[in-house]
Each structure stands twice: as structure tokens, then as C-alpha cells.
């Protein structure tokens, strides 16, 4: 398996910045995931890992050795493009054993190799028909297997779920994950997704602007984002702007909070405080003395089936809480929210 | 696939459509009509709405070939102008291709200065009166010796059949992305197997569109072929002005006449069975 290292990659497409600079290392047989809002470089960032795109500065290493000499034919990636690129022209497995037989391998061989694969993505019955004749999910399988039948060392997907409705998505996203696991490949996949990112990926990379915003574990980067932006786009409601008044106390304008210290934030700095929304505890009656907990009324609510979201008035704030559908609070009502301190995450500003 | 279009025409059109389609279709083959008597017929005067004397009872008659008789003969050399048209159609297709193939992805695909320049100058063949291009050509090839060789009426045709061939190559080219180009390059594919197992196949519809057509706009070119051939080399149009241009409209002009329209048709037909089958067929461009 492959390890995949960019160092201070840079892109220009004549004066546009594309990708200002970016340092990703990719363990071997690691998945990982790029995420980031539409125009920030993921695509370009693939092109360049693929050698489609030659990057402006930087270097980009497999194993240790730089590839910018290599031809994209001998390095041995394989790339899943967004809209699939399948050959209309050919059938099913004529697709699948293009990568094969372009390498002029012998006949009996190709036979073998695509019965093999055809099986694994579970497309013997599709395997005589074009790809006009495929549906979005089974046109996805023809894509992948005829990149895994080539043995790539590493596997590049662009936003390979993003033209598949819900259900199939989740299905196509455990597919995509047990064949990660059984191939043991080392791969890099684009999402705009956050949910998608997380559940798929073992690091996730956040790119703005065509820099990497943070390069971390899904937990990592959802519970403690190293910036104002990416909590934004994981999705974070509650963050509160704040002053530490000591390593561990932040005032905000929820009043006093007791928090998780941050290695070098200065007492007296000026940071934000993020507050999961289902992290926080609910209750309907004070909690018992010793805890940190705030007061507020339900002012509004949103159901969605399994969760229930409450919008909570503390004072002049408005805090978002996520809960288990399990029981229901009425709008109006009193509640306490109690705030575990390793719940609440210094952002700095 | 071929079905569905059956289906189609089946549906019933109402007798305005009906007649409205039969008056377009003759319009356009009613002059083939008096063309067929007319190479039929031996003597075939104004008002007569039929030929006088038809040509088969002449037969024998004449110490010459009369009307078919002779068109098929070694002396009309309606043969060796055949068989010209078609070699010299057919390696101005081929060439044509090969140029205009490249020429046309750039354009499809990239910017550069002097774009919209290369294109205007590309579009002047077909402003610039053949006649034009004919003399200028005709003292090069002179000083080169390539005036009333094979190559040189090539050479030739490809000045205005090129401007044509590159459009059309250039809107199938936009037509299809870059995607499966790269997607065959990342599979391990070398350029060569690209262009023949991924790039042409896609492109076929439009290719055979433009081959067709440059082949018919070759075996069609008669002022080129005249002043570069030199008399040395005879297609069927030239052969035909030949024969008609002493104004006499015999069964003979007009068997040669029908002969020249040949090639087209029967290529026609080939490629609308091919393009259909073939391409079509196969699930892409409906
Ligand atoms: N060939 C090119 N020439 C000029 N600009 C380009 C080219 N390719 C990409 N760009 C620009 O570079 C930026 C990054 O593009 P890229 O395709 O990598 O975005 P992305 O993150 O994949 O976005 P999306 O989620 O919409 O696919 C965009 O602003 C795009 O317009
Ligand atoms: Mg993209």
C-alpha cells in the first residue's frame, strides 16, 4: 500500500489561486476525506494527486518518492470521477476491463480478474449492457470496479455519493467503506458533505479557500474545530464570543463558564466558546448543587423523528439543544441546561 | 433501438401533412424525372411530353454507341473518371481527417491569442472564389510539377473541404467532455489507445457526418479539378462539363449526369444505416 504525501503543494491557474498551499499526508490504507465548500480546491487537489494538473510549487510523494516526473499511465492511481466518465460505447464489462486490457494483458487473465471484480460489486447480470441502461447506483459500481481492477495504489472518489438519492447513498457509503477495508487502499475521497465526511472517513481534511482549515479525526474535527470557520461548517449553533478570565473560566454572555483549558490561550484573551447543542443536559428541575447549569425557557421547537431540537432563551442568548425524541418539553417551559466544562471548546478568534 | 423509430412513423399523418411531404419530396426528386427519360430516349423534341423515338430501337442501328450503350463504354471513360473520383475522394477524406482531427480538439478545448484570427482565416476558402484559389494554386503547382498529378488535385480539395471538416469536428469535440479522456489516461492508457478505443468511437456520429460530407464535397468540385488536372486527370464532373458544355443535352449528357449523382447516394445510404446502427444504437447521442 501506498502513503501519499503533499508538501506545500501550490496551484495557480494563470493568476487565479486555485490552492495556496497545502501540506496532507495520507497513511497507507488510510481513508480520508476532503472536505470543504464548493470552488476550494478539492477537485484540483485529486487532479494533482492523479497528475492530471501539475501543481505551480510543491512536491507530491508516494512512498517517499517525488511523482511530478511520473506520467499519469504509470502512477498507478485510480480516480472516480464525479459524473462516473463511463464509456457509452462499451458494455459493462468492456468498461470494466478497459484498465486491463490497455495493459495488454493476456485474454484469460482479463476473463478472470473481471468475473472476480463483476462479483464483488455484484454486476454479473449487468455485465452485457451499456451504460445508458444503468441506474445511478449500478452505474457508480461499474465506475469503481473498473478502477479497483487495476490494482490501483491509491484510490481517488470526486464526491462519489453527490448524484445518488438518500437511500442509495447509505448504501453505496457501507459499500465503499467494506471494500476500503477488504482492499486495504489507501484513499482519498471529496465530499461537501460533513455528515458523509465523518461517517466515512478515518481523517478528515477541511479546505477553505484553497487552504487546509484542519486536518484531523471526524471526532476531532466536530467536537474541537481549530477555528471559528470550520465549526461553522460542521455545523455548530452555540458559540459565544467571550473573554478567559482564568485558564479554565471563560465570561461570556451566558454568564460564567467553567471550561476545557486550551495549550496557549493567555488569561485575558479574547476567544469563543462552543457548546454542543447534544452535549448539553436539559432538565426540567434545578439540577443538583456543584453543577454548572443555566436557566432558560424553551422558545421554540423542531421535531425531526428521532431528534427533537429546542431553541432555549438564557438571558439575552439563544442556545440550540439537541435531544432524543424520547420526551417531549413544551414550548414555554422552564428548563436548566447543565454544562459538563469538557463540553465547552475554546475556539480562538 | 431501430424500432422506436418504427413506431413513430406509424402514427398517422392527416392527408395536409401527407400531401405537404409528398410536395416537398418532389420537388426535390421531380428533376431526376426528365434526367431518366431523357438517357433513355433518342430523339425527344419540345412539346412531346414522351420521347419520339427511344434509344433501344435505334440500337444497332447507329455506327456509334447510342445513350447507355455508350456511357458504359471505354470511350465516354466514365470509368476511369469513377474510379478517380472515388481515389481522390476518398484520400482527401482520409487526409483531411488526420488534419483537421487535432485542429479541431485544440479548438474545441483551449484559449489563445489569435483564436478568433486562425478562424476567420480558416472560414476564407469558403468567401474566396474558387476560381481564385484555382489560378493561385495552379502557378505554384506549376513551378512544383504537381499541376495534372493525382496529389495535386488533392491538395487541392482539401483547401475547401478543411474549413467544413474542422467545424464540424469542433462541435462534436465540445460535445464530449475531457472527462473520459482522462479517465482512460488514469486506467493506464497511452495516447494512441485513447484516440482509437475511446476518442474516435465517441466521435463517430459526427465523424462519419464530416467524412461523408467531405467526400461528397470532393467527388462534386469541378473549377479546382479542371484548372489543376490539367486535362490529365478526369472525375465525373469534369467529364460532364465536358460533355454538356457544347450545350447539347443528349441521352448520353444525361446518362453521365445520372452516373455522377451515384456516389453520393450509395454513400448516403451506407451511412445513414451505419450512423444509425452503429452509434445510435448503442444507447448514446438520442
Ligand atoms: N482548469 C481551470 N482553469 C481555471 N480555473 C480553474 C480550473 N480548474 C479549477 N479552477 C478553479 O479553481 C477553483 C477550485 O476548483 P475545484 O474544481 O478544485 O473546486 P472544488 O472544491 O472541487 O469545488 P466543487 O465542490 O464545486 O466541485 C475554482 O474556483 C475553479 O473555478
Ligand atoms: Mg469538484
Known sequence: MTQVELSAVRKQFGGYVAIDEIDLDVASGELVALLGPSGCGKTTTLRMIAGLERPTAGEIRFDGKDV?????????VGMVFQRYALFPHMTVERNVAFGLSVRGLPKAEIEARLDEMLEVVQLQAFRTRFPAQLSGGQMQRVAIARTLITKPSVLMMDEPLANLDTALRG???RFIRALQQRFGITTIFVTHDQVEAMELADRVAVIFNGRLAQYDTPERIYRRPASLEVAHFMGAANIFPGRLVARDRIETDLGLLECTPLAGMDVGATVHAMLRGEALEM?????????QAIRGKIASRDFFGASVTYGVRCGSQQ???TENARRMVDVGAEVWLDIAPEHVWLIRT | MARREDIALTSRLSPFQRI???????????????????SLAFRWAWPDLMPGTWWMQQRGKSAIPLAWDYVLSPYSHIWEAAINTVAIGTTVTAICLVICLPAARVLARERFRGKGAFEFFLSLPLIVPEAAIGMALLMIFIRL?????????????LIPTIPYMVRMLTAVYQGLGKDFEEQAMILGARPMQILFRVTLPMLLPGVVAGALFTFLVSTNIFLLTFFLGQGKIITLPTLLFAKISGGTLDASAAGITLVVTLPGIVLLLITERFIKEEAFGKGFGN
Open chain 2, 145 to 157: 510539377g504537381l499541376a495534372g498529378s493525382f496529389f495535386g488535385i488533392v491538395i487541392a480539395h
Open chain 2, 20 to 38: 405537404y411531404l409528398l410536395l416537398i419530396a418532389g420537388f426535390i426528386v421531380g428533376p431526376f424525372l426528365p434526367l431518366i427519360i431523357q
Open chain 1, 319 to 321: 442556545v440550540t439543544v
Open chain 1, 283 to 291: 432538565t426540567t428541575e434545578p439540577p443538583p448543587a456543584g453543577r
Open chain 1, 68 to 76: 511530478s516526473e511520473v506520467p499519469v499511465q504509470d502512477r498507478n
Open chain 1, 171 to 173: 448504501e453505496m457509503r
